[in-house]
């Protein structure tokens, strides 16, 4: 009989134990859970977000507490729009063609000597057919000023047959030797050609050695000389 009533308060006192244990137990995997909702809500979203390109709101008020896990995955997500990272900007090579100026520095600088008349504002077409044909267009507008009067008021045979530079050819200017062109652009291309067919690809590249052949004046080379200075310096 007092086997049976030891046995009976040492399967007590272990049970009591049991149950204490397992109530620790317990409590250390609540607590657990507490600091898992906590480390939720301090660990820095914002820095997650970022990095995978999306943002996370959080709660409105500073004082809200993230109260389960479940709602922790709750939490709404927004796409970022992301900007657009600017294209590098190419800068072109700056490229020379006369005198340390570009095509359109040259072109400007003739453009402030020719006037005036019917060929104000040609510049850039004179530069363009000057620089490709290998012609002097210093040397090309002095004697367009020069022979055809354009410094001021262009002459009537180049306000009538656009002929620039006193060409002679056919079909001629009223049944002239002079030759007659069909608009301002095609003489001053058909002028800037004959420098360079007659003169510079036979050689005669210089004032001196166009003179010649071009005019039968003495004066000529000055004269050229003169306006090609004046270009030079405005």
Known sequence: MKKTKL????????????????????NDEMSSTINTNVDLRDF????MAASTNMIVKKPVNDSDTVKTPTEATNLVLTEVQMETAPASVII???????EGMTLEEL???LDRNLGNGIV?????????ECINKGVDPYVAVAI?????????????????????????GSPGCNGGAYKRYN?????????????????????LRTVATIGPRYAESNTWVSKINTYVAQIRAN
């Open 44 to 47: 820095k979203i914002q820095n």
């Open 183 to 203: 608009s301002i652009d095609e003489g001053l291309v058909g002028f800037i050609d004959n420098l360079y067919r007659n003169y510079y690809s036979k050689g």
């Open 120 to 128: 104000a504002g040609k510049g850039s077409l004179i530069a363009t």
């Open 92 to 98: 072109p090579p700056r490229v020379e063609v006369y």
């Open 107 to 109: 072109a400007v600088k």
């Open 7 to 26: 046995i009976s308060g040492i399967t007590v006192i272990v049970a009591i134990m049991m149950i204490s244990i397992g109530m620790v137990i317990q």
């Open 144 to 168: 367009l000023l020069h022979e055809t009067g354009c410094r001021y008021s262009c002459s009537s045979l180049a306000k009538t047959c656009y002929n620039f530079g006193g060409q002679k």
